[in-house]
């Protein structure tokens, strides 16, 4: 974690944050006519599969949660997500860092609107108006954009993610019927 911070605010001059949090759609252009209501969202033409990730500014991805169906949204699909896990048993790293002379016991994410207000969370600041406000709306944006960058090469360099579950006939497998029916139960 230290390692983290220390890498975030070399590039962002953001004391304290260890990633940027966010969630996207994958198409699933081959899913199941069973699955599709399931996986449909109102806004997509076909069915979508959700990751939940954390990114750091090298394009790493530190935590990826996939499979809720795309009919849900961001903070659904944190509910489901291990991310704070650590956290509720009381095991996550205490990694301290300073900002104005004040002592935080935990860092935090990057995240847009549409999730809480955790003190994990920390969110841009809507319509600034003062410069240092303008500034830090500036950075947070600069720095946020680390995970979608991360998820747009995600996307470009597997094509394969927008057929998680395709159906292959036995032939094309070139495997015996009894071992695709392994496979798949």
Same mark, same amino acid.
């Given at each position: 974690?230290?390692? @983290? ?8 001059? @953001? +004391? ?10 994958? %198409? ?16 997509? &033409?076909? +069915? ?5 990730? %954390? ?12 499979? +809720?169906? =795309? ?13 704070? @896990? ?19 016991? &935990?860092? *935090? ?10 003190? #994990? ?5 809507? *319509?600034?108006?003062? #410069? ?11 720095? &946020? ?13 597997? =094509? ?26």
């Amino acid at each position: 974690m230290a390692l @983290l911070y220390q890498a975030h605010e070399e590039k962002h001059h @953001l +004391p304290g944050m260890f990633g940027s949090l966010d969630c996207t759609h994958f %198409v699933w252009r081959y899913c199941p006519t069973e699955y599709r209501g399931q996986f449909t969202l109102g806004d997509h &033409r076909y +069915p979508t599969v959700m990751l939940d990730a %954390v990114a750091s500014q090298d394009l790493w991805f530190w935590h990826a949660f996939a499979g +809720p169906p =795309g009919s849900q949204n961001d903070i659904n699909v944190l509910q489901q997500s291990p991310l704070f @896990l650590t956290e509720r048993n009381g095991t996550a790293p205490k990694c301290p860092f300073y900002v104005n002379n004040h002592l935080y016991k &935990r860092g *935090y994410l990057l995240v847009d609107g549409i999730y809480p207000s955790w003190f #994990v969370f920390v969110k841009s600041i809507p *319509y600034p108006h003062e #410069v240092d406000r303008k500034k830090f709306k500036r950075q947070h944006e600069v720095a &946020r954009k680390d995970v979608e960058r991360a998820f747009g090469i995600l996307k470009a360099k597997w =094509g394969v993610l927008s057929r998680p579950m395709r159906a292959i006939s036995a032939k094309k497998l070139g495997v015996s019927c009894t071992r695709v029916l392994f496979y798949t139960t």
